[in-house]
C-alpha cells in the first residue's frame, strides 16, 4: 500500500512570490491611482533619506570644524595663577617664572606644547582706520607649533620675520586696510605712569605675517606680538600672565587636568577649551537631536505614503487575492507578496536618498557657490556665523543611520496593509466576481 506524498511547502520568498509582486507594481492602465501613489511614495522616501543624509552631514562637518579651529588656534589648557596682594596691596596674578613652569608643564605625559603667553587688548589704528584687537605676546618659536598660524587657510608675509614685528589675522588687516610691509599703530590705555596719571602707549609695528586661521571672530580681533615686546608694552617686564598648554587628545583634556595642577605648583587654575567652548557644544548637541527627530518624523510620514499605495492595491486586487487562495497559497505567501511590494518603494527610495545625499555632502562647496551665484551672493556671512563656508563631513555612521531608519520604518509599516490583503476571505473577494 502506498502512502500518499506529501505536499511541499514552498520556502518563503519563493521566485513566484517575487514575481506576483513585481506584476502588481508594474500597474496597469485601469490601475493608475496605484503606480502614482507608488511613485508618490518613492520620491518621499527618497527626499526623506536625502534631508537626513544632508542634515547629518553638514551637523557633522559644523561640529569638526568648530572643534579644529578652535583646537588648531587657541590653546586646549591656560593655565595661570590665583590672585595674591602684593607690596602696594594690588592683586597680582602674573607668572615670573614661567620658563620653569613652562618647562614642568611640557614633561606631562601627554602635554605636546607649552607657551608663556602676555595678553592684552588694545586699539590698532592705520590712517582713520580703527578696530579693537587682542594682543597675544608669544615667542617665535612657539608661535610656529600653532597649526592654524604656521599652516592657515591663507597666509600672506613671511612668519620667520615675525620676531622683527607683527603677525595679524586677516580681518584685522581687511578692517585697518592693510598688507604685510605695512605699519599699524597699538594704542593701550595702559602706558606710562606719570605725576598726572597714566597716558596712553602708542607705538607702531611693522606687519610681517597675515594669517587666516578659519574662523572669522578670530581672524578679526587676533594680533601676536613677539612676548619681550608685548611684556614691555604691557608692562609685564619679566613675566607672563598665562601659559597656553596643548595636548595629544584634546577631547580626554579632563584625565590631563590632575597631573597639569601638579606640575603647574601653588596657585595654578587651569580654563580649559571645554570651559570656554563648552556652552556652545551642548546646544550644537541638542540642537542636533532635535533636528534628527524632526527628520525621523519626516522619514515616518514619507514612509506612511507606501501603507497608501498598499490599501489601494489591495483594494484593486481582490479578485486575484481570493483566485491565489483557491489555488492553493497560503496566509504567508500573501502576506509576503505584499510585503515585497511596499518594501521593494522603501529598499529603491532609500537606495536613491542615499546617492544623492552622499553627492550633497561631497559636492557641497560647488552646490553652493550654485545657489550663491543665483541667489546675487551674500547667502553666507561669515561675519555672522564664524565661518568662511558651509562644512559638511560625510560619515559612514551616519550614513548607516539613515538607511536603518528607513528602511525598518518602510518595513514595519509594510506589515499592517500586507497582513490585512493576507487574512481576506476568499469567498468574499470573489462573491461578486
Known amino acids: 500500500m502506498s502512502t500518499p506524498s506529501k505536499t511541499k511547502t514552498p520556502m518563503p520568498f519563493a521566485r513566484f512570490e517575487w514575481m506576483i509582486a513585481w506584476r502588481y507594481l508594474r500597474a496597469k492602465r485601469a490601475e493608475g491611482g496605484v503606480s502614482v501613489m507608488t511613485w508618490i511614495s518613492l520620491i518621499g522616501i527618497t527626499l526623506a533619506v536625502f534631508a537626513l543624509i544632508a542634515t547629518l552631514s553638514v551637523r557633522s562637518g559644523f561640529r569638526t570644524d568648530f572643534v579644529q579651529t578652535i583646537l ?23 607668572i615670573y617664572d614661567y620658563d620653569a613652569m613652562a618647562e614642568r608643564l611640557r614633561g606631562v605625559d601627554g602635554v605636546t606644547r607649552a607657551a608663556p603667553l602676555v595678553r592684552g587688548q588694545v586699539m590698532g589704528n592705520k590712517g582713520g582706520r580703527n578696530a579693537g584687537v587682542e594682543i597675544y605676546g608669544i615667542t617665535a618659536a612657539n608661535l610656529k607649533t600653532i597649526p592654524n598660524v604656521a599652516n592657515p587657510e591663507e597666509a600672506f608675509g613671511d612668519i620667520n620675520r615675525f620676531a622683527e614685528g607683527i603677525a595679524i589675522g586677516s580681518g584685522v588687516a581687511r578692517e585697518l586696510g592693510v598688507s604685510s610691509g605695512d605699519r599699524i599703530k597699538l594704542i593701550s590705555p595702559n602706558g606710562v605712569k606719570t605725576a598726572f596719571g597714566t597716558s596712553p602707549r602708542i607705538k607702531a609695528f611693522e606687519v610681517m605675517y597675515i594669517f587666516k586661521a578659519g574662523r572669522a571672530d578670530i581672524d578679526r580681533t587676533r594680533v601676536y606680538m613677539p612676548l619681550a615686546q608685548a611684556q614691555s608694552f604691557f608692562n609685564r617686564e619679566g613675566a607672563a600672565d598665562e601659559i597656553e598648554v596643548m595636548v595629544e587628545q584634546p577631547e580626554a583634556i579632563d584625565d590631563l587636568q ?20 563648552g556652552g556652545f ?21 514619507a514612509a506612511m505614503n507606501i501603507v497608501s499605495g498598499l490599501i489601494m492595491l489591495v483594494k484593486n486586487k481582490g479578485r486575484d487575492i481570493g483566485i491565489l487562495r483557491t489555488m492553493g497559497l497560503s496566509e504567508g505567501s500573501i502576506l509576503r507578496i505584499f510585503f515585497i511590494c511596499g518594501a521593494f518603494t522603501g529598499l529603491i527610495g532609500t537606495a536613491l536618498g542615499v546617492i544623492l545625499g552622499c553627492l550633497f555632502a561631497l559636492y557641497i562647496d560647488p552646490i553652493f557657490s550654485f545657489v550663491n551665484a543665483i541667489a546675487g551672493g551674500g547667502v553666507w556671512d561669515p561675519e555672522i556665523r564664524g565661518l568662511y563656508r558651509l562644512p559638511a563631513e560625510l560619515r559612514f555612521e551616519d550614513v548607516m543611520t539613515a538607511v536603518m531608519l528607513s528602511l525598518g520604518l518602510s518595513f514595519i509599516v509594510t506589515i499592517f496593509p500586507a497582513r490585512r490583503a493576507a487574512r481576506m476571505n476568499p469567498v468574499e473577494a470573489l462573491r461578486y466576481e
Open 281 to 301: 557644544l551642548r546646544a550644537l548637541e541638542i540642537e542636533d537631536n532635535v533636528m534628527f527627530i524632526i527628520l525621523s518624523i519626516l522619514v515616518l510620514v
Open 72 to 94: 588648531g588656534t587657541n590653546a586646549h589648557v591656560t593655565v595661570y595663577k590665583s590672585a595674591e596682594v602684593d607690596e602696594f596691596g594690588r592683586l597680582d596674578r602674573k
Open 258 to 277: 590632575l597631573a597639569i595642577l601638579r606640575a603647574g605648583g601653588d596657585r595654578t587654575q587651569l580654563w580649559t577649551w571645554t570651559d570656554a567652548s
